[in-house]
């Protein structure tokens, strides 16, 4: 099995970036941090799910520029 991002939590997780995007950047770890302070009720792997998609996101839309 791949790891295929589901379109739920891709919608998630932009809801959740265009909500707090001044949170979130390029770095998967400081994502995770600001995932967990956010207090959102998804379990550890769902955010870093999409944590990580975040980041990949931004560095997107750095390049997009």
């Known amino acids: 099995m791949g790891k295929i ?4 939590l891709k919608n998630k997780a932009l809801e959740i970036y265009e909500a707090f ?4 950047n390029e770095n998967f770890e400081d994502n995770k941090k600001s995932m967990r302070s956010l207090g959102l009720p998804y379990s ?4 870093n799910v999409m ?3 975040l980041s990949r ?9």
């Open 21 to 24: 995007g001044g949170k979130f």
């Open 51 to 53: 944590s990580g998609y």
């Open 5 to 8: 991002l589901t379109k739920t």
């Open 44 to 47: 550890k792997k769902v955010q």
């Open 57 to 65: 996101h931004s560095k997107k839309l750095r390049n997009a520029q």
